[in-house]
């Protein structure tokens, strides 16, 4: 439980998570949303919140690729 409340803590996650609360955000909306996050960090970010999540992103993090 200490791991997973370590890793969400951090300022990028509570910040993606932040965002899709709201909505669903494509990638790039959500690259643009915040400011300061690159390609790799939100991509990382994203990778991991699912991977901690233990369901895909659709279901997890509601957000979508530019792909789909």
């Known amino acids: 439980m200490r791991q997973i409340l370590d890793r969400i803590a951090d300022k990028w996650s509570l910040l993606v998570i932040a965002l899709l609360e709201k909505r669903t955000l494509r990638f790039t909306e959500l690259r643009k949303s915040i ?12 990778r991991q919140l699912e991977h901690e999540a233990g369901a895909d992103r659709a279901d997890s993090l509601s957000y979508c690729s530019a792909k789909g």
């Open 35 to 46: 400011d300061g996050i690159s390609q790799r960090m939100l991509t990382t970010t994203l």
